[in-house]
């Protein structure tokens, strides 16, 4: 593994862990070069998976990508960031495991708010805000008036 300081082709592995959900392996790693640590973190993949977008262009997944619009949704409320991985992690396997190498991305996005929908009432509001493309103020509460009033 290169050194993301100094460049340097080899690195050393001072320790590795599986990750608390167990889907990926930390990797404590040290560079003799510059001395400095870094921390890496190894994934199965289980299948090339492509998006297939509205206008049917096909992109590949960028797993990422997911994870950043789902801490976005997530922002400044009360879910850690280990409880945002397994999210992810969870929304990833639910898309390697459907046997599908191509998915819409409107099946990527209904995932994301069913998930979302479980985690935060409010993330899911901000999350379908966006996936939906929410313009005015009815629209919110369009769908707001869809919401279960006891969650």
């Known amino acids: 593994m290169r050194c993301p300081f100094c460049g340097e082709a080899d690195t050393q592995v001072k320790d590795s862990r599986p990750t608390e959900d167990g889907a990926a392996i930390r990797r404590r790693r040290f ?3 510059c ?3 870094f921390t890496t973190i190894e994934r199965v993949q289980l299948r090339e998976l492509v998006v297939v977008k509205a206008d049917q262009r096909r ?3 960028d797993r990422d990508k ?3 619009s ?3 949704a997530l922002r400044k409320r009360p879910v850690d960031d280990e409880r945002i991985e397994r999210i992810v992690n969870g929304i990833v396997r639910k898309l390697e495991a459907s046997g599908e190498a191509e998915i819409p991305s409107s099946e990527i ?3 994301v708010m069913d998930t979302l929908k479980e985690v935060d009432a409010v993330a899911y509001v901000r999350f379908a805000s966006v996936y939906r493309d ?3 103020a009815k629209d919110f ?3 707001l008036g869809t919401m279960d009033p006891s969650k």
């Open 31 to 33: 560079c003799p070069q």
């Open 35 to 37: 001395s400095q640590r």
């Open 59 to 61: 992109v590949a997944f």
């Open 66 to 68: 997911l994870a950043r």
């Open 70 to 72: 789902i801490r976005t």
């Open 109 to 111: 996005g209904e995932l």
């Open 134 to 136: 929410f313009r005015e």
């Open 141 to 143: 509460k369009a769908f």
